[in-house]
Each structure stands twice: as structure tokens, then as C-alpha cells.
């Protein structure tokens, strides 16, 4: 593979230098050509392949609504890994600052501890146009650290709704977070994330109501329709006490043997695979769409000098063309 600026900044990430790691995020993040470099510049992706064997990640999803301590519990959880001597890496999907257009960066000032414990590695992007609680670059992201050795990847998503559950298609086990007054139990019982996730966790569990919220949540999972290999497990938890990590880690790492074992992986690999293609061919679709073709080809369709038809094979075949090296 010829030598590039990109590639000299990948071998220093996979030889463990989180200012490459970084500098790459911020480049993946950006999109266009210098994505591009970078892509080219990974080594082929080893997240559809495994959950957390030899030489391969293990991708966590991490959903749940707003205010119910998710960025609290992944910095228990980071914490509990590095005195493990066990490595992460965390990217937290924050919503979009009307003012610079990037991350809000909440996330990432309540993990700043975590992100300083060693094997730990924190990342803060904007969620920008989508509405489903992730990045746009989640999946380049994801390809990072796992070239980078990660041993966990946690994408935690922007505080969700019941409806945004495309996180499942990007990771191999899903956790919902859910927190003592979010709402009544008939919440539990609606259709959507809920019927996804492989772990469930309570969080505060020093409040009132958390073993209530409990108890209603293993109720519903025996009303559900899941497999009958998998239990799903209920973890109680409490961030400031450290109530739980241990039990939330050890249901992960069953849920990846469980994986592995049942076979079931190979259903994940090809969902997250066809996740991957799929952004690839969106990010390619945007940088298009961005460039100063992409745009005289936009406003020939408005002005009805081309119909759209045309101007769907014109930006495909665009598409299908090198990318230029910046």
C-alpha cells in the first residue's frame, strides 16, 4: 500500500498513539476526500467479522431516553475496564450546536476522568442531519478503533426515543438504559427498542422506584416473544456507588460468548455489514451531492433545465468515479 499522510497517521493509531487516533476521528468526521484517504488508509474492517474474539472488537450500543444517567454508567463502566487492564473505546453521539455545527460536547465533559484512565479512549461527535441518535460517521469511526485494538467499542447515542433503534444495526449487543420516574410501565410495553435490546439496565438505583422499574422490566420480557437461548439480562445499577458495573460488564461479555456460540453472530455480522455499505454509499452520495457539480446539477433540476430522473444517473455515475487525493 503506497505511503500517505493518512497511512503514517493510521500506523501510529494501531501502535496505541491517541493523538492519531484523534487527529483520524476528526478527519472521518469532517467526510470528503481526506475521509476517503483515511478509509483506504484501514486495514479491512474486523467489526462484521467478530463480537470480541481473538484480534476482534466487541461493539456495545448503548440507547436509552434522556436524563436516564447513560453517560454516568459508561464512565462506571470505563473505569471498571481500565482496572481491568481491559481497553475501550467510547464514542458518544451528542446533538449539534446551532452555532458551530459540531458536538455540544456534554457527553464528553462527563467522561473526562474516564477519558484519562488508561486503555480508555473518548470521543465526542454531532449527530448533525440524522434523527435516529447517531453520527453519520459512526461506522468509519467504529472501523477506527477497531484497527486501533479496542477490545470494547461503546457507541452511545443522543438520549433516544422508542422509535430510534437504527443503533441495532451497528453494534452486536444492544443496551437500553432506563432510569427510576422516566414514565409509567406502560411505556415498557410499546413496540420498538424495547423489543431489540439484549441487556437491560436500571440506572440510580440509590432512588426510589429503581427496583420497581426493575421488576416491571423483567415482567415484560416474560410477555415478549425472544429467543429462547438468550435471557436477556436486568441489571440494576448505581454510578456513584459502582453498584452493578460488575454484573452490567459480565452480562456483555455473556452475550458476546453467547454470540459466538450459538451462531447467532453471523445474523449480526451481515446486519452490520449491510450498515456499513450502506453509509459508505452515503457519505460517497453527500460528498457529491456538496460539490460545486453536485450543486449546478441541484439547481438545473429546480430550475427544470434536467428532470430529476437524469439528475439521479448524473450524480451516480459521479459517484462511481475516483476520488480526488486532497
Do not use: C
Not at 122 to 134: F, M
Not at 198 to 207: A, N, Q
Amino acid at each position: 500500500m503506497p505511503s500517505t499522510p493518512a497511512r503514517a497517521l493510521v500506523d501510529r493509531a494501531m501502535a496505541g498513539d491517541q493523538r492519531s487516533i484523534a487527529r483520524l476521528a476528526t478527519l472521518l468526521e469532517r467526510g470528503g476526500a481526506s475521509a476517503e484517504q483515511v478509509r483506504a488508509s484501514l486495514p479491512s474492517p474486523a467489526v462484521g467479522r467478530g463480537a470480541g474474539g481473538e484480534g476482534h472488537p466487541h461493539v456495545v450500543g448503548i440507547s436509552g431516553p434522556p436524563g436516564a444517567g447513560k453517560s454516568s454508567l459508561l464512565s462506571a463502566v470505563a473505569r471498571f475496564l481500565s482496572d481491568q487492564h481491559r481497553t475501550v473505546a467510547i464514542l458518544a453521539v451528542d446533538p449539534t450546536s446551532p452555532v458551530t455545527g459540531g458536538a455540544m460536547l456534554g457527553d464528553r465533559i462527563r467522561m473526562t476522568d474516564a477519558a484519562l484512565l488508561p486503555g480508555v479512549f473518548v470521543r465526542s461527535v454531532a449527530a448533525r442531519s440524522r434523527l435516529d441518535g447517531l453520527s453519520p460517521a459512526v461506522t468509519d469511526l467504529i472501523d477506527l478503533f477497531a484497527a486501533a485494538g479496542y477490545e470494547k467499542i461503546i457507541v452511545e447515542t443522543v438520549g433516544s426515543g422508542q422509535n430510534q433503534f437504527a443503533v441495532a444495526d451497528y453494534v452486536h449487543t444492544l443496551v437500553l438504559v432506563e432510569s427510576p420516574g422516566a414514565g409509567d410501565g406502560v411505556q415498557m410495553l410499546k413496540a420498538g427498542i424495547m423489543e431489540l435490546a439484549d441487556v437491560y439496565v436500571v440506572t440510580k438505583g440509590d432512588l426510589p422506584g429503581a427496583h420497581l422499574v426493575s421488576r416491571e422490566l423483567r415482567a415484560m420480557l416474560t410477555l415478549g416473544e425472544r429467543s429462547r437461548d438468550w435471557a436477556p439480562a436486568v441489571v440494576l445499577t448505581s454510578a456513584e456507588s459502582g453498584e452493578g458495573v460488575e454484573k452490567l460488564v459480565a452480562a456483555l461479555d455473556a452475550h458476546r460468548d453467547w454470540l459466538e456460540s450459538s451462531g447467532t453472530i453471523e445474523d449480526r455480522r451481515a446486519r452490520i455489514v449491510r450498515s456499513a455499505i450502506r453509509s459508505r454509499i452515503e457519505a460517497r452520495l453527500d460528498r457529491v451531492l456538496e460539490s460545486d457539480e453536485g450543486r449546478q446539477i441541484v439547481d438545473q433540476t429546480v430550475t427544470g433545465e434536467r428532470d430529476a430522473t437524469s439528475a439521479a444517473e448524473l450524480i451516480r455515475a459521479r459517484m462511481a468515479e475516483p476520488v480526488s487525493r486532497d
